[in-house]
């Protein structure tokens, strides 16, 4: 994301998969990321994507849903790991 939170075309085309890049520009390993971030990151993008207007969407809600998706995706494999494996 740029400094004017617009998102930067080079990220949307390789989606920095399995990293969100803070509003500061440093680039976070989703797996490292606390779960409440992980959440807070998923609420954003939820809100962001219902704020676009139709042009904005079709050029970015295939990136939106994608980085929903990743983040999605490690919420499910850390709740498999809690029940699995510490029986929670």
């Known amino acids: 994301m740029d400094g004017d939170m617009s998102w930067d075309i080079d990220d949307i085309i390789n989606y920095n998969r399995g990293y969100w890049e803070t509003k500061d520009g440093r680039n976070l390993k989703i797996e490292l990321m606390e779960t409440s971030h992980i959440k ?49």
Request: proline share 0%; glycine share 2%.
């Open 40 to 88: 807070n990151c998923i609420n954003l993008l939820k809100r962001n994507l219902q704020k676009l207007d139709e042009d904005e969407l079709d050029y970015y809600s295939d990136y939106f849903d994608f980085k929903i998706n990743e983040f999605e995706k490690e919420l499910k494999k850390r709740d498999v790991y809690k029940r699995h494996v510490l029986g929670d």
